[in-house]
DNA sequence: TCTGGGGTCCTGAGGCGA
DNA sequence: TCTGTCGCCTCAGGACCC
């Protein structure tokens, strides 16, 4: 391990809330949800405000709503965050070439490889700045780990949260583990927590005096050798920059589970669809075909078949996998379908038979798409507003929308630079004067030249009103009027 | 009461050829 | 020719991460 802390890990502070409250300033210091908004959606991140409720990640937004009933739920805006994401990613690439970004709101940056930093005072120097300056383009804070290997860094960074920067002094590591929960450590999760807990081990200090060969007979090999070394603080991975990608899929859960076959297997050729196109845009073909299906008891099981060679074939792939789907017991309905793609290569061995029927079955999906996004942005032509999407009205300008439903929109009247929070009124659903917008950007800094905006007509459509957040006061709930009905 | 979506990695069973 | 074994591959499931 180096002995310097010149590994940087940076977690940006409830990236997706903060991005919302940001641009909505009637939001700010208000407890903010966003997720899917369906029957069955999740947490994907809550601001600070919401966590005061007990609400976090991952946690089924009915419960959310339950311990957080006046909070604003949002459906999430990816590629609002894309955008914001690529802004800060590049004030890593600033710092070194070697950047490992973990997801839209996390990485890793090896600062050393840049020259950024060499020493303590030089890490720490860099860190701070990269605060401010994250801070000045997108007006979002983030916190910053500083420390000799990337475990620690990671930890650094949990513990600097919200917006702070810890550096681990080199020398102090084992000690600084040693009282931590052994849930601190990257890959110890609620199973392999549960694990070590009944052989009475709960601390990472214990885990070392455990022994190497005690965890590798508890949680075999391969999870026993390594956690044993992060137990001792000893983690060599380097930050890497580019990782190749290994496999891609799709999948869909379903509002109401499925208990007609014919609708699975239509289903499963939607997906088979969809992850090609997937695969195709990434310039990919593989091998291994995967059908996940996951029954109305939450068991899942998968199910995959090995081609000859790799394709890119829809018509190759809706056929393995409804091959598969042969081979699974359906009848108890389905709640989730899933199609995925394995043993990528960047080449293709089809035959020209095949292409050929490829890019006809193709030129059908491309057709598909195009009326599938037909359908999620209108109804029966009336156009849909998905909670907390950017809209424009031709008197009022820019707002966003708070809630819909009953065949009206609310929209509050506001944009990221507004001192005061905006007016809300509200509209038939298929008023001319409205239509979608462009998110703007958060600071005066802007986006950076090139990068778009959310265009607000791919995303899941939410089928509640989201509430202010401050007083209680529930716009437009929105009845049962068949907006969240299940796509198909 | 309920539990998303998109990934990665590991393990173990079983088939198969050398 | 039969049998054991080793290594590799495929398949299914589980755990984990964000």
């Given at each position: 391990?180096?002995?310097?802390?010149?590994?940087?890990?940076?977690?940006?502070?409830?990236?997706?809330?903060?991005?919302?409250?940001?641009?909505?300033?009637?939001?700010?210091?208000?407890?903010?949800?966003?997720?899917?908004?369906?029957?069955?959606?999740?947490?994907?991140?809550?601001?600070?405000e919401?966590?005061?409720?007990?609400?976090?990640?991952a946690?089924p937004?009915a419960?959310?709503?339950?311990?957080?009933?006046n909070?604003?739920?949002?459906?999430?805006?990816?590629q609002?965050y894309?955008?914001?994401?690529?802004?800060?990613?590049?004030?890593?690439?600033?710092?070194?070439?070697?950047?490992?970004?973990?997801?839209?709101?996390?990485?890793?940056?090896?600062?050393?490889?840049?020259?950024?930093?060499?020493?303590?005072?030089?890490?720490?120097?860099?860190?701070?700045?990269?605060?401010?300056?994250?801070?000045?383009?997108?007006?979002?804070?983030?916190?910053?780990?500083?420390?000799?290997?990337?475990?620690?860094a990671?930890?650094a960074?949990?513990?600097?949260?919200p917006?702070?920067?810890?550096?681990?002094?080199?020398?102090t590591?084992?000690?600084?583990?040693?009282?931590?929960?052994?849930r601190?450590?990257?890959?110890?999760?609620?199973?392999?927590?549960?694990?070590?807990?009944?052989a009475?081990?709960?601390?990472?200090?214990?885990?070392?005096?455990?022994?190497?060969?005690?965890?590798?007979?508890?949680?075999?090999?391969?999870?026993?050798h390594?956690?044993?070394?992060?137990a001792?603080?000893?983690?060599?991975r380097?930050?890497?920059?580019?990782?190749?990608?290994?496999?891609?899929?799709?999948?869909?859960?379903?509002?109401v589970d499925?208990?007609?076959?014919?609708r699975?297997e239509l289903?499963?050729?939607?997906?088979?669809?969809r992850?090609?196109?997937r695969l195709?845009?990434?310039g990919?073909?593989?091998?291994?075909i995967?059908?996940?299906?996951?029954?109305?008891?939450?068991?899942?099981?998968?199910?995959?078949?090995t081609?000859?060679?790799?394709?890119d074939?829809?018509a190759?792939?809706?056929?393995?996998?409804?091959?598969?789907?042969?081979?699974v017991?359906?009848?108890?309905?389905?709640r989730?379908?899933?199609?995925?793609v394995?043993?990528?290569?960047d080449?293709?061995?089809?035959?020209?038979?095949?292409?050929?029927?490829?890019?006809?079955?193709?030129?059908?999906?491309?057709e598909?798409?195009?009326?599938?996004?037909?359908?999620?942005?209108?109804?029966?032509g009336?156009?849909?507003?998905?909670?907390g999407?950017?809209?424009?009205?031709?008197?009022?300008?820019?707002?966003w929308?708070?809630g819909?439903?009953l065949?009206r929109?609310?929209?509050?009247?506001?944009?990221?630079?507004?001192e005061?929070?905006?007016?809300?009124?509200?509209?038939?659903?298929?008023?001319?004067?409205?239509?979608?917008a462009e998110?703007?950007?958060?600071?005066?800094a802007?986006?950076?030249?090139?990068?778009?905006?959310?265009?607000?007509?791919?995303?899941?459509?939410?089928?509640e009103a989201?509430?202010?957040?401050?007083?209680?006061?529930?716009v437009?709930?929105?009845?049962?009027?068949?907006?969240?009905?299940?796509?198909?």
């Amino acid at each position: 391990m180096r002995r310097t802390p010149t590994i940087l890990h940076l977690d940006m502070d409830a990236f997706f809330a903060s991005v919302e409250q940001a641009s909505k300033p009637s939001l700010r210091g208000k407890a903010v949800i966003v997720g899917g908004l369906g029957p069955r959606g999740v947490v994907a991140t809550c601001s600070y405000e919401a966590r005061v409720f007990g609400v976090h990640s991952a946690m089924p937004m009915a419960q959310a709503r339950r311990l957080a009933p006046n909070a604003a739920y949002l459906v999430p805006r990816f590629q609002l965050y894309r955008t914001i994401s690529e802004q800060v990613m590049a004030l890593l690439r600033a710092l070194s070439p070697l950047v490992e970004p973990l997801s839209l709101d996390e990485a890793f940056v090896d600062l050393e490889a840049g020259g950024a930093a060499w020493d303590l005072e030089s890490a720490r120097l860099a860190g701070t700045k990269l605060r401010a300056d994250i801070r000045e383009a997108t007006g979002l804070t983030g916190s910053v780990g500083l420390a000799a290997s990337k475990m620690l860094a990671k930890i650094a960074s949990e513990q600097a949260k919200p917006d702070g920067l810890v550096l681990i002094d080199p020398g102090t590591e084992r000690a600084l583990l040693a009282p931590l929960t052994v849930r601190t450590l990257p890959g110890v999760g609620p199973a392999t927590g549960d694990h070590l807990r009944r052989a009475g081990i709960t601390t990472v200090g214990e885990m070392a005096e455990a022994g190497e060969d005690e965890l590798v007979r508890l949680l075999g090999k391969a999870h026993g050798h390594a956690l044993y070394a992060m137990a001792l603080a000893h983690d060599e991975r380097p930050v890497v920059a580019e990782r190749e990608t290994k496999s891609v899929s799709v999948e869909d859960t379903y509002d109401v589970d499925i208990h007609d076959r014919v609708r699975v297997e239509l289903e499963v050729q939607r997906l088979a669809d969809r992850c090609v196109r997937r695969l195709r845009g990434a310039g990919l073909s593989g091998r291994t075909i995967v059908l996940k299906v996951r029954r109305y008891d939450f068991s899942t099981l998968t199910r995959s078949e090995t081609l000859r060679g790799p394709t890119d074939d829809p018509a190759v792939v809706r056929e393995a996998a409804a091959r598969l789907l042969d081979s699974v017991d359906t009848t108890g309905g389905v709640r989730l379908l899933g199609v995925g793609v394995s043993g990528l290569a960047d080449f293709t061995q089809e035959d020209l038979f095949a292409q050929a029927a490829g890019e006809l079955a193709d030129e059908h999906a491309e057709e598909h798409v195009e009326e599938r996004d037909r359908e999620e942005t209108e109804v029966q032509g009336e156009r849909r507003w998905p909670a907390g999407h950017d809209v424009r009205h031709t008197e009022y300008g820019h707002g966003w929308v708070q809630g819909s439903g009953l065949g009206r929109v609310t929209v509050r009247f506001e944009t990221p630079g507004s001192e005061v929070a905006g007016r809300v009124r509200t509209f038939r659903v298929g008023d001319p004067e409205l239509e979608p917008a462009e998110p703007l950007p958060l600071t005066e800094a802007g986006f950076p030249v090139g990068a778009g905006g959310d265009a607000g007509v791919d995303q899941r459509v939410d089928d509640e009103a989201v509430d202010g957040g401050g007083g209680g006061r529930r716009v437009d709930r929105r009845e049962g009027d068949g907006f969240g009905a299940v796509r198909g």
